[in-house]
């Protein structure tokens, strides 16, 4: 688990992060046959990193359906912050919809843990068994764990991204500016006020037309 915490940090992308987390989950918890992360966009489902069709098909479920575990852990409509299903047959009466239908996807045994740190929700890491009463508390605590270290990785790694592409951004406008300023005489500030009157008129990220002036040498 601690070299597995070390290598989440060494990850070069957000992607590499969240498949080499859901890899992990198969690797060090007992009984876990499938793994994959859930984000919920409003009542949209995402599916990160899965490492098994059975994943994709049990999040597009519960996004058709509106009801499930994963569902509810990523989106905290039960307070839950752990949850573990030893056998989804007995879970109708919470799920009578979904549970059926996750049994004929092969689906026996679930967990599942929500992502977080003290400043943000990250969505819920799942993990599938095809056979029933496959977690125990063992798995769970395992689980837990994986999900601890996993939440800081991932919201470092998308920390990351975003830094640079803040910073790619930032290149880009200054590139852009100092087209327009070349090609028609601006000073820096009315360079940029030209970048930025033609975002808001034309209800386009000052980003794509920065790249605009970039690729085509000024507006159209």
Same mark, same amino acid.
């Not at 859901?22 to 489902?45: F, K, N, P």
């Not at 479920?61 to 007995?90: K, M």
């Not at 920390?159 to 601006?186: C, D, N, P, Y």
């Given at each position: =688990?601690?070299s597995?915490?070390r290598?989440l940090?060494?990850?070069e992308?957000?992607?590499?992060t969240?498949?080499?987390i859901?890899a992990?989950a198969?690797?060090?918890?007992?009984g876990?046959?499938?793994?994959?992360?859930?984000?919920l +966009?409003?009542?949209q489902?995402?599916?990160?990193?899965?490492t +098994?069709? =059975?994943?994709? /098909?049990?999040?597009?479920?519960?996004?058709r359906?509106?009801?499930?575990?994963? *569902? /509810?852990?990523a989106?905290?409509?039960?307070?839950?912050r752990? *949850?573990?299903?030893?056998?989804l047959t007995?879970? %109708? %009466?919470?799920?009578?919809a979904?549970?059926?239908?996750a049994r004929?996807l092969?689906?026996?045994?679930?967990?599942?843990f929500?992502?977080?740190?003290?400043?943000?929700d990250?969505?819920?890491?799942?993990?599938?068994?095809?056979q029933?009463?496959? *977690?125990?508390?063992?798995?769970?605590l395992?689980?837990?764990?994986l999900?601890?270290?996993a939440?800081?990785?991932?919201s470092?790694?998308?920390?990351?991204?975003?830094?640079? %592409?803040?910073?790619?951004t930032?290149? =880009?406008?200054?590139?852009?500016?100092?087209?327009? =300023?070349?090609? +028609?005489?601006l000073?820096?500030?009315q360079?940029f006020?030209v970048?930025?009157?033609?975002s808001? %008129?034309?209800?386009?990220?000052?980003?794509?037309?920065?790249?605009q002036v970039?690729?085509?040498?000024g507006?159209?």
């Amino acid at each position: =688990m601690a070299s597995m915490a070390r290598e989440l940090l060494g990850r070069e992308s957000v992607t590499a992060t969240l498949e080499r987390i859901t890899a992990s989950a198969i690797e060090l918890v007992d009984g876990c046959d499938a793994a994959g992360i859930l984000v919920l +966009h409003g009542q949209q489902v995402e599916s990160l990193a899965p490492t +098994h069709q =059975m994943v994709i /098909d049990s999040d597009r479920l519960q996004e058709r359906l509106g009801q499930g575990p994963c *569902f /509810d852990a990523a989106r905290l409509s039960t307070g839950e912050r752990v *949850f573990r299903i030893a056998d989804l047959t007995g879970e %109708q %009466q919470r799920w009578p919809a979904y549970a059926p239908q996750a049994r004929e996807l092969g689906v026996g045994s679930m967990m599942g843990f929500l992502l977080y740190t003290d400043d943000e929700d990250l969505g819920a890491l799942n993990l599938y068994s095809r056979q029933p009463g496959a *977690f125990t508390e063992v798995s769970e605590l395992a689980g837990w764990l994986l999900a601890s270290h996993a939440a800081v990785a991932f919201s470092a790694a998308r920390t990351h991204a975003q830094m640079e %592409q803040a910073v790619a951004t930032r290149h =880009m406008i200054g590139e852009a500016m100092g087209i327009l =300023m070349g090609s +028609h005489h601006l000073t820096d500030d009315q360079a940029f006020d030209v970048l930025r009157r033609y975002s808001q %008129q034309t209800n386009t990220k000052l980003r794509d037309v920065a790249q605009q002036v970039c690729e085509k040498g000024g507006l159209a």
